[in-house]
């Protein structure tokens, strides 16, 4: 049966906004406070999506979450109207309001873990939505991303959805930005590669020293439980806690696979030698090309400034790959020399095509950030809510929906505006009916 590689980019939502939220992750540090542009970033993201169903990939839609998150704040004591829950959060606690607004989950790398059906003990797609832990603003995430994810894939017989994980940092699961898989077609049963940053209860195992290490060992091993995956399809690799300190904070900021191609810099795993021999003795039908990036062609900082590694392999129809990159990589004189050969190598990557994702950038999410790759044969794929397949129409559709309903800017001062919340919810009720969601979000079941 035929078998494709979907990607489900996250449409960014209408609060998008700076915010310097994520210690650890320098681009979102360094343009904390800074004015965005929701609309444009929206803008952006489309256009990549657009793309992508323009080269004759399937691409889906994930919609964005509800922001602010005012069950939240009322949560943490705030009262009385949603105006007055606003104004009180900006004068008493504007670090948590902003959290509370974060457009984060545009990220969609880190909505979920997905295990296709060919890897799994009962032959259905897995989902275990990222429980985030790690960052206040992204914990606020997992509830209703799993709710859209039953919405889109919603058929028993074919999918399978798992709670997330514990909320509880021991367990703290940053979904597919630290899972990859390696496969023949897309449809073959694949080896899927878990990345961890740190082990919460062995101390004796190394781990990063300024930055946390979001990803546990512990989630790693117990979403490939959750899924059914065997000691034979699975690896678990420690990332260097070295390069988490130096801003690599999910492994998708250092290495990225498809198919028979893993992407990865020299100093992006603990024990490369060994990795590199379990997937090989785990793999034996496929030839892999292992690409490794040296560190005196790109560095960690230009991998980290350029998200050279944050790209997406995508397979054409002709069989051939092709890289889609951040605009930053074009721009580095290192990155861009080293991506210019690589295209000339002997490896299946053939061309490299630069996008404008300046928005998401800016927050330290590159092109790979912006999609979950769902694996499916032509059966599964029938049985998606079809409402959340790009096409022309719908292209055409969120475009529209997007002039009239985002901001041109945001900055700190707007967070407070009661009329962001009304036109935010305004946008997001309009949104579940063009991808026939249903009522997804809290706002809508009251
Ligand atoms: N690498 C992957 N897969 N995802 C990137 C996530 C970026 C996100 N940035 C933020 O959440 C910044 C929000 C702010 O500062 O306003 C994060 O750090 O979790």
Known sequence: MKSFEVNFDGLVGPTHNYAGLSEGNVASLKSALDISNPKSAAKQGLAKMKALHDLGLTQGVLAPQERPDIHTLRRLGFTGTDAQVLSQAHKEAPNVLAACYSASSMWTANAATISPSADTHNNKVHFTPANLTNKFHRSLEPETTGNILKAMFNNDEFFEHHLHLNDNDHFGDEGAANHTRLCGSYGDKGLEIFTFGRSAFNRDMPKPQIFAARQTLEASKSVARLHGLSNDNTVFVQQNPDVIDQGVFHNDVIAVGNQNVLFYHEQAFLNTAKFIDEVKQKLPQQAVHFIEVPSNQVSISDAVNTYLF??????????????????????????KTYLDNLIIGNTPIKQVKYFDVNESMKNGGGPACLRLRVALNAQELDAVNPACIMSNSLFTRLNTWVDSHYRDTISPKDLQDPQLLIESRAALDELTKILNLGSVYKFQQV
């Open 310 to 335: 944050n790209t997406q392999i995508i397979t054409l129809a002709d069989g051939s790959m092709a890289i889609i990159a951040p605009k930053h990589c074009e721009n580095n004189i290192n990155v």
